[in-house]
Protein backbone atom coordinates (compact mmCIF):
# COMPACT_ATOMS: atom_id res chain seq x y z
CA UNK A 1 0.00 0.00 0.00
CA UNK A 2 1.18 3.47 -0.92
CA UNK A 3 2.08 5.53 2.18
CA UNK A 4 0.62 8.55 1.33
CA UNK A 5 -2.60 6.99 0.28
CA UNK A 6 -5.01 7.40 2.92
CA UNK A 7 -8.35 7.87 1.47
CA UNK A 8 -10.76 5.20 3.13
CA UNK A 9 -12.64 3.32 0.96
CA UNK A 10 -14.44 1.03 3.48
CA UNK A 11 -15.46 2.32 7.22
CA UNK A 12 -17.29 -0.24 9.58
CA UNK A 13 -18.65 1.54 12.47
CA UNK A 14 -19.95 -0.12 15.48
CA UNK A 15 -21.20 -3.22 13.67
CA UNK A 16 -23.49 -5.51 15.19
CA UNK A 17 -24.81 -8.97 14.07
CA UNK A 18 -27.53 -11.52 15.74
CA UNK A 19 -29.33 -14.57 14.37
CA UNK A 20 -32.03 -14.97 17.09
CA UNK A 21 -30.57 -14.67 20.72
CA UNK A 22 -26.95 -15.23 18.81
CA UNK A 23 -24.99 -11.75 18.74
CA UNK A 24 -22.24 -12.75 15.96
CA UNK A 25 -20.71 -9.36 15.82
CA UNK A 26 -20.90 -7.05 18.87
CA UNK A 27 -19.39 -3.72 17.93
CA UNK A 28 -16.45 -4.04 15.39
CA UNK A 29 -14.67 -1.06 14.40
CA UNK A 30 -12.53 -1.19 10.87
CA UNK A 31 -11.52 1.53 8.57
CA UNK A 32 -9.84 0.07 5.31
CA UNK A 33 -7.73 2.26 3.12
CA UNK A 34 -7.21 2.10 -0.85
CA UNK A 35 -4.58 -0.15 -2.05
CA UNK A 36 -4.73 -2.07 1.47
CA UNK A 37 -4.41 -5.66 2.23
CA UNK A 38 -6.02 -6.80 5.22
CA UNK A 39 -6.23 -10.20 6.05
CA UNK A 40 -8.92 -11.19 9.12
CA UNK A 41 -8.06 -14.00 11.37
CA UNK A 42 -9.45 -16.18 13.93
CA UNK A 43 -11.32 -19.25 14.82
CA UNK A 44 -14.25 -20.44 13.71
CA UNK A 45 -17.57 -18.96 14.57
CA UNK A 46 -15.19 -15.56 15.48
CA UNK A 47 -17.90 -13.74 13.17
CA UNK A 48 -15.09 -12.81 10.54
CA UNK A 49 -16.77 -14.11 7.56
CA UNK A 50 -20.30 -12.59 8.89
CA UNK A 51 -18.16 -8.93 8.92
CA UNK A 52 -16.93 -9.54 5.27
CA UNK A 53 -20.86 -10.41 4.40
CA UNK A 54 -22.04 -7.10 5.72
CA UNK A 55 -19.35 -5.27 3.83
CA UNK A 56 -21.77 -6.34 1.01
CA UNK A 57 -24.92 -6.71 2.76
CA UNK A 58 -25.20 -10.33 2.24
CA UNK A 59 -26.05 -10.13 5.96
CA UNK A 60 -28.34 -6.79 7.11
CA UNK A 61 -26.47 -5.58 10.24
CA UNK A 62 -28.45 -5.69 13.10
CA UNK A 63 -26.46 -2.44 14.42
CA UNK A 64 -24.14 -0.14 13.66
CA UNK A 65 -23.08 1.69 10.26
CA UNK A 66 -20.72 0.91 7.25
CA UNK A 67 -19.38 3.12 4.80
CA UNK A 68 -18.22 2.25 1.63
CA UNK A 69 -16.20 5.45 -0.21
CA UNK A 70 -18.25 7.69 1.63
CA UNK A 71 -21.74 6.44 0.72
CA UNK A 72 -23.29 5.07 4.14
CA UNK A 73 -24.87 1.49 2.77
CA UNK A 74 -26.54 0.51 5.78
CA UNK A 75 -28.59 3.93 5.03
CA UNK A 76 -32.23 3.12 3.74
CA UNK A 77 -32.12 5.15 0.72
CA UNK A 78 -28.54 3.25 -0.92
CA UNK A 79 -29.04 1.73 -4.14
CA UNK A 80 -27.26 -1.68 -2.20
CA UNK A 81 -26.67 -2.68 -6.02
CA UNK A 82 -24.75 0.48 -7.47
CA UNK A 83 -22.03 -0.26 -4.38
CA UNK A 84 -22.37 -4.25 -5.03
CA UNK A 85 -20.95 -3.71 -8.91
CA UNK A 86 -18.38 -2.04 -7.01
CA UNK A 87 -17.14 -4.84 -4.92
CA UNK A 88 -16.19 -8.02 -5.55
CA UNK A 89 -16.49 -11.45 -3.52
CA UNK A 90 -15.10 -14.34 -3.97
CA UNK A 91 -16.19 -17.34 -2.08
CA UNK A 92 -15.48 -20.72 -0.79
CA UNK A 93 -17.87 -22.54 -3.25
CA UNK A 94 -17.22 -20.92 -6.72
CA UNK A 95 -20.57 -20.65 -7.75
CA UNK A 96 -20.32 -20.98 -11.39
CA UNK A 97 -23.27 -21.90 -14.27
CA UNK A 98 -22.20 -25.13 -14.69
CA UNK A 99 -23.61 -24.87 -18.67
CA UNK A 100 -22.09 -22.12 -19.27
CA UNK A 101 -17.81 -21.81 -20.11
CA UNK A 102 -15.65 -19.89 -18.50
CA UNK A 103 -15.89 -17.25 -20.39
CA UNK A 104 -19.43 -16.74 -20.59
CA UNK A 105 -19.33 -17.49 -16.93
CA UNK A 106 -17.20 -13.97 -16.70
CA UNK A 107 -19.19 -12.24 -19.24
CA UNK A 108 -22.34 -12.61 -17.68
CA UNK A 109 -22.70 -10.16 -15.16
CA UNK A 110 -21.09 -7.55 -17.31
CA UNK A 111 -24.05 -7.72 -19.61
CA UNK A 112 -26.23 -8.11 -16.98
CA UNK A 113 -25.32 -5.41 -14.49
CA UNK A 114 -22.40 -3.38 -16.21
CA UNK A 115 -24.40 -3.29 -19.98
CA UNK A 116 -21.29 -4.08 -21.79
CA UNK A 117 -22.20 -5.21 -25.46
CA UNK A 118 -21.17 -8.66 -26.17
CA UNK A 119 -18.17 -7.84 -27.73
CA UNK A 120 -16.49 -5.80 -24.98
CA UNK A 121 -18.14 -8.41 -22.28
CA UNK A 122 -15.73 -10.70 -24.22
CA UNK A 123 -12.64 -9.27 -24.39
CA UNK A 124 -12.83 -8.19 -20.70
CA UNK A 125 -13.45 -11.93 -20.12
CA UNK A 126 -10.54 -13.00 -21.94
CA UNK A 127 -8.18 -10.09 -20.60
CA UNK A 128 -9.27 -11.03 -17.10
CA UNK A 129 -8.86 -15.47 -17.69
CA UNK A 130 -5.40 -14.49 -19.02
CA UNK A 131 -4.74 -12.47 -16.27
CA UNK A 132 -5.72 -15.66 -13.60
CA UNK A 133 -3.63 -17.97 -15.87
CA UNK A 134 -6.73 -19.91 -17.37
CA UNK A 135 -6.04 -18.37 -20.82
CA UNK A 136 -5.63 -21.51 -22.49
CA UNK A 137 -9.12 -22.50 -20.76
CA UNK A 138 -11.47 -20.18 -21.49
CA UNK A 139 -14.00 -22.08 -23.40
CA UNK A 140 -13.88 -25.12 -20.58
CA UNK A 141 -17.20 -25.70 -18.52
CA UNK A 142 -16.40 -25.85 -15.02
CA UNK A 143 -16.79 -29.29 -15.06
CA UNK A 144 -13.64 -29.44 -17.27
CA UNK A 145 -11.70 -27.48 -14.59
CA UNK A 146 -9.75 -28.69 -11.62
CA UNK A 147 -10.83 -26.48 -8.20
CA UNK A 148 -8.48 -24.09 -8.41
CA UNK A 149 -8.87 -23.12 -12.02
CA UNK A 150 -12.82 -22.80 -10.68
CA UNK A 151 -11.79 -20.49 -8.34
CA UNK A 152 -9.50 -18.48 -10.50
CA UNK A 153 -12.88 -18.10 -12.70
CA UNK A 154 -14.33 -16.88 -9.75
CA UNK A 155 -11.92 -14.86 -9.15
CA UNK A 156 -11.78 -13.55 -13.21
CA UNK A 157 -15.57 -12.90 -12.94
CA UNK A 158 -15.48 -10.74 -10.25
CA UNK A 159 -12.52 -8.66 -11.33
CA UNK A 160 -14.26 -7.95 -14.87
CA UNK A 161 -16.37 -5.88 -12.80
CA UNK A 162 -13.71 -3.50 -12.30
CA UNK A 163 -14.09 -3.76 -8.12
CA UNK A 164 -12.61 -1.08 -5.84
CA UNK A 165 -12.46 -3.68 -3.62
CA UNK A 166 -12.11 -7.31 -3.31
CA UNK A 167 -13.95 -9.66 -0.89
CA UNK A 168 -12.21 -12.96 -0.24
CA UNK A 169 -14.21 -15.70 2.28
CA UNK A 170 -11.99 -18.13 2.79
CA UNK A 171 -11.63 -18.42 -0.87
CA UNK A 172 -8.91 -21.56 -0.46
CA UNK A 173 -10.74 -23.79 2.30
CA UNK A 174 -12.50 -26.07 -0.10
CA UNK A 175 -9.41 -26.90 -2.87
CA UNK A 176 -7.16 -29.39 -2.24
CA UNK A 177 -3.89 -28.71 -1.01
CA UNK A 178 -1.80 -28.62 -3.95
CA UNK A 179 -4.79 -26.55 -5.60
CA UNK A 180 -4.36 -23.82 -3.19
CA UNK A 181 -0.93 -22.38 -4.31
CA UNK A 182 -2.27 -21.32 -7.46
CA UNK A 183 -4.88 -19.52 -6.20
CA UNK A 184 -3.26 -17.86 -3.26
CA UNK A 185 -0.67 -17.00 -6.43
CA UNK A 186 -3.45 -14.72 -8.22
CA UNK A 187 -4.27 -13.06 -5.09
CA UNK A 188 -0.94 -12.02 -4.50
CA UNK A 189 -0.77 -10.31 -7.72
CA UNK A 190 -3.82 -8.96 -7.12
CA UNK A 191 -2.30 -7.10 -4.14
CA UNK A 192 1.32 -6.31 -5.57
CA UNK A 193 -1.69 -4.61 -8.19
CA UNK A 194 -2.27 -2.36 -5.19
CA UNK A 195 -5.96 -3.95 -5.18
CA UNK A 196 -7.84 -2.85 -2.19
CA UNK A 197 -8.72 -6.38 -0.09
CA UNK A 198 -9.83 -7.66 2.66
CA UNK A 199 -9.34 -11.26 3.29
CA UNK A 200 -10.56 -14.13 5.90
CA UNK A 201 -8.15 -17.06 5.63
CA UNK A 202 -6.50 -19.59 7.60
CA UNK A 203 -3.44 -19.65 5.05
CA UNK A 204 -0.93 -17.79 7.36
CA UNK A 205 1.86 -17.65 4.95
CA UNK A 206 -0.21 -15.52 2.94
CA UNK A 207 -1.53 -13.22 5.81
CA UNK A 208 2.34 -12.81 6.54
CA UNK A 209 3.98 -12.39 3.11
CA UNK A 210 1.27 -10.30 1.44
CA UNK A 211 -1.32 -8.29 4.36
CA UNK A 212 -0.28 -4.90 5.30
CA UNK A 213 -2.36 -5.17 8.53
CA UNK A 214 -3.37 -8.80 10.24
CA UNK A 215 -6.70 -8.47 12.15
CA UNK A 216 -7.46 -11.12 14.85
CA UNK A 217 -11.30 -11.80 16.07
CA UNK A 218 -12.82 -13.75 18.23
CA UNK A 219 -16.22 -13.99 20.02
CA UNK A 220 -17.49 -11.31 17.74
CA UNK A 221 -14.89 -8.67 18.70
CA UNK A 222 -12.09 -7.48 17.41
CA UNK A 223 -9.22 -8.88 19.64
CA UNK A 224 -5.95 -7.51 18.19
CA UNK A 225 -4.90 -6.17 14.95
CA UNK A 226 -1.19 -4.96 13.50
CA UNK A 227 1.29 -5.31 11.53
CA UNK A 228 1.54 -9.08 10.40
CA UNK A 229 5.24 -8.99 11.98
CA UNK A 230 3.44 -7.10 15.12
CA UNK A 231 0.60 -9.86 15.43
CA UNK A 232 2.38 -12.80 14.61
CA UNK A 233 5.87 -12.08 16.47
CA UNK A 234 4.65 -10.09 19.01
CA UNK A 235 1.15 -10.83 19.77
CA UNK A 236 -0.53 -8.61 22.95
CA UNK A 237 -3.62 -10.80 23.66
CA UNK A 238 -3.33 -14.09 25.49
CA UNK A 239 -5.93 -15.13 23.60
CA UNK A 240 -3.54 -14.58 20.09
CA UNK A 241 -1.16 -15.97 21.63
CA UNK A 242 -3.26 -19.13 22.08
CA UNK A 243 -4.59 -19.24 18.31
CA UNK A 244 -1.60 -18.49 16.90
CA UNK A 245 0.37 -21.29 18.80
CA UNK A 246 -2.27 -23.94 17.65
CA UNK A 247 -2.24 -23.17 13.70
CA UNK A 248 2.00 -23.12 14.01
Do not use: W
Not at 77 to 86: E, G, Q, S
Not at 127 to 153: F, M, N
Not at 163 to 170: G, K, Q, R, T, Y
Amino acid sequence: MSESNNEIVVRIEDLHKSFDDNEVLRGIDLAVRRGEVVVILGPSGSGKSTMLRCVNLLEKPTGGRIFFEDTEITAKKTDINAVRAKVGMVFQNFNLFPHLTAKKNVMLAQQKVLKRSREEAERVAVDQLTRVGLGDRIDYKPSELSGGQQQRVAIARALAMDPHVMLFDEATSALDPELVRDVLGVMKELAKGGMTMMVVTHEMGFARDVADRVIFMDGGVIVEEGTPEAVFDNPQSDRTKDFLGHIS
